[in-house]
């Protein structure tokens, strides 16, 4: 399937930011919930266990990512380290929240970009659910700037660009009627444009489907990674099945050469 760059919903200026938040707090939801990343958390602990890290740096973190399940799973597969989220517009609400229920997370209130990673904030850095939102070119300068600052760096995607992906999103409406209730935090706005004027089933829906055409293949994210590091950096692509998923989400793995052990 061609990639297609298209334009989701909560990129747009005037999208109100209520149905934006509304769409970023499911998401953070849905994936929690059904424990996406989890089973990436044995290559990601021995992707920081091969770059020496002893931090991680989530680029990109939106609502807070995966965290609160992917951490516990990334202890059980043998990486304890501390684990700093960034990004370049901090939702502070969402983001304070986490902090105050995960050990272990903290997060950056001042705006990160992804390509302009400051010294005091090295560490390994993951970008999870987001890759697709950047253009090939923003893509690469992600991945380059991991490079440029000798950081390793993991990609992964709650989605892949399949027709079987693209089927399941069919579900997506259904799915946010059932799990709103379990949203946190509770808003009334919420529940009032899912069940009495129902703006936002679709609107998560059509995001999805357009998520869904602008995911990088496994292939497509190695020719960036070896595009930018060269002979510098060791890359590793491929997909993971989560758990009782019929799609499996692609990742990628970067880590400088001259570290021990391998990937």
């Given at each position: 399937?061609?990639?297609?760059h298209?334009v989701?919903?909560?990129?747009l ?9 509304a ?8 994936i929690r ?9 044995a290559r ?11 931090r991680?740096?989530?680029l ?7 965290w609160?399940t ?6 059980a ?12 517009f ?7 929240r986490?902090?105050?229920t995960?050990?272990?997370?903290r997060?950056e209130?001042?705006s990160?970009?992804?390509t ?10 993951t970008?999870f ?14 991945l380059?700037a ?5 950081q ?6 709650a ?7 693209l089927?399941l999103?069919a ?19 919420r529940l009032?444009?899912?069940y ?15 998520s ?9 994210m ?5 595009e930018?590091g060269?002979d510098?950096?060791?890359?590793e ?5 989560p758990?009782?998923?019929p ?7 970067g880590?400088?050469r001259?570290?021990s052990?391998?990937?």
């Amino acid at each position: 399937m061609k990639r297609r760059h298209l334009v989701e919903l909560e990129d747009l200026s005037w999208w109100p930011r209520t149905f934006r938040d509304a769409a970023t707090d499911y998401l953070v939801t849905a994936i929690r919930h059904a424990k996406v990343y989890d089973g990436f958390a044995a290559r990601l602990a021995a992707a920081v266990n091969r770059s020496g890290a002893t931090r991680i740096t989530d680029l990109c973190s939106g609502g807070g990512g995966p965290w609160p399940t992917l951490l516990p799973a990334l202890r059980a597969a043998g990486v304890d380290v501390p684990v700093c989220l960034t990004d370049k517009f901090p939702n502070t609400p969402a983001l304070s929240r986490l902090v105050a229920t995960t050990p272990g997370v903290r997060f950056e209130p001042e705006s990160i970009s992804a390509t302009d990673v400051p010294a005091r904030l090295a560490g390994f850095r993951t970008v999870f659910t987001a890759f697709h939102h950047f253009r090939p070119a923003d893509a690469k300068a992600i991945l380059a700037a991991a490079v440029r600052d000798r950081q390793g760096i993991a990609v992964a995607e709650a989605s892949s660009r399949t027709w079987a992906a693209l089927a399941l999103q069919a579900l997506v409406p259904l799915a946010v009627l059932v799990l709103t209730p379990a949203v946190r935090p509770f808003r009334w706005s919420r529940l009032f444009w899912t069940y009495l004027v129902p703006v936002l089933p679709p609107a998560i829906w059509f995001d999805g489907v357009v998520s869904t055409l602008r995911v990088y293949t496994p292939e497509e994210m190695l020719a960036m990674g070896r595009e930018v590091g060269g002979d510098e950096y060791e890359w590793e692509a491929g997909t993971e099945r989560p758990t009782g998923s019929p799609v499996s989400i692609p990742y990628l793995i970067g880590v400088p050469r001259g570290s021990s052990g391998t990937l």
